[in-house]
């Protein structure tokens, strides 16, 4: 069976950083998830860090290359998505919208997607719902039921693992019911002349 | 092989003295360059069409028109003119009067424009910018070839036996280029037409314009112009040269560091690693010019982008002289030595689609 391909995009700022530590452990529980269904996985870990400068300049040029293209590529070509960010002045931050902004705008259409955050206040939870849930319905994206925020006292016992099992499996569930994602690509299969004149 | 420069007509602040041209001096100097161009052994001078400030083109068969009367061998162009905003009964009149005046020195490029508010200005919407390319040219496309039209679409009234005038030069409509940096969609209809697709080659790196052109020439085949080498491909270059590359480095930076649409983004060296632009020395140039046919394969005709961002009429001049005595005259041996028999040296030209009979014309 083919490998089914988890990219996780991680917008932590710091070494060590609490959002990739979050992003981690949904990474790793959605790919047990999968493994007990007998679905075998791959993980992949976009840090947006590694891209802030190219991330700027692909606002100001209006394309990307290098590594950051490759992470684009990762992402628009990924089975499911795990989307992790920490709560900045209420919302997430503009490095986790930047790089959003700049993937192609239907490349999450009707993907299966696990949105989390960290925050330095379980006052922040809700920014998950009032934030991450209308930006991935913007993307027309699949998003589980369950988000993950993790809060300071998060971090020293409680439920945390409970939900983070929980999202990972509802992921999973998605993503085993479907086919492995694939691409069509406009320049291999370019929409026919006739086609063209007829949508006029 | 056609070699030429395009200007995007920008009145842009010099960066180094902080004086703007006026919009009559910037004009002028557009003329300046293309009179330059032609002194200087270029091919081809094509402007582009804008509608909103900080540009002075907005009337391209003016400034060209003026431009067919001081001239005598430069072919004169546009990248590009807008299909979608433009009525293309008036593009129709305006492109074949110019044809006569220039006694066939003319061909043009199509775009769409991505300005979503000039659209309505000409009672249009951006959200129809494909269908507009796609229904206006083929209503310009008919207007060149037919007379009686009977027509009607979406976008303009209809017409009832309407023949568009003048007719075309000896009946031959111009040689058409379709413009775009991104969309499958208008390399489709190049090649469906058997016209010429133009890549500006400018803002975006090779590994894309390879794709776009590739595709263009694989469904030139298809439509059954002749083989995918046969297909005719223009490509744009952004140069900056002095004799030392370290003086061309120096004097462009402070230029690029501010420039409209890449400025404040990368660096000089990173964007020159990710996209043509080449500031160096003529032989840089050169070389970086020869390897575009290494993701473009054999083209028919390079124009190069070197009157933007402020840079001062001189010093345009300038990159004119160096293009004219020391680039194009060496691009156009060593191109010609690697053109594979077979493959079009130069784009459809008026004498060419002359001599070529009706047969061009009909399909």
Known sequence: MTARRIVVVSAGLSTPSSTRLLADRLGAATAAALDSRGVPAEVEVVELREHARALADALVTGFSTGALRSALDAVAGADAVIAVTPVFTGSYSGLFKTFFDVLEPDALAGRPVLVAATAGSARHTLALDHAMRPLFAHLRALVVPTGVVAAPEDWAGGDLSTRVDRAAAELADLVAGRQPARRTDPFDEPTGFADLLRAG | MQFGVFSVGDVTPDP????????????????????????????????????????????????LGHLAGRTTSLLLSTATTLITTNDPVKIAEDYAMLQHLADGRVDLMLGRGNTGPVYPWFGQDIRDGLALAVQNYALLHRLWREEDVDWQGRFRTPLQGFTS???????????????????????????????????????????????????????????????????????????????????????????????????????????????????GSPQQVIDRTLSFRDYAGDYQRQLFLIDHAGLPLTTVLEQLDLLGEEVVPVLRKEFAALRPAGVPEEPPTHPSLVAAGTAAVTR
């Open chain 2, 16 to 63: 180094t003295t902080g004086r703007t041209p006026t919009e009559a001096e910037r004009i002028k100097a557009m003329v300046a360059i293309a009179l330059k161009a032609e002194e200087v052994g270029l091919d081809v001078f094509a402007t582009g069409e804008h509608h909103n400030p900080p540009f002075v083109p907005s009337s391209p068969t003016t400034l």
């Open chain 2, 165 to 279: 005038t003048p007719r075309p030069l000896d009946g031959r409509p111009p040689f058409v280029w379709h413009a775009s940096i991104r969309s499958p969609e208008i390399a489709e209809q190049a090649a469906y037409y058997g016209d010429g697709f133009f890549h500006n080659n400018i803002f975006w790196p090779s590994s894309h314009v390879r794709r776009m052109v590739e595709l263009y020439r694989r469904r030139f085949e298809h439509h059954g112009h002749g083989p995918a080498a046969h297909a005719i491909v223009g490509l744009g270059g952004q140069v900056f040269m002095r004799k030392n590359s370290q003086d061309a480095v120096r004097e462009f930076r402070p230029y690029f560091d501010v420039a409209p649409v890449y400025g404040h983004g990368p660096s000089l060296e990173e964007f020159m690693a990710q996209t043509p632009l080449t500031v």
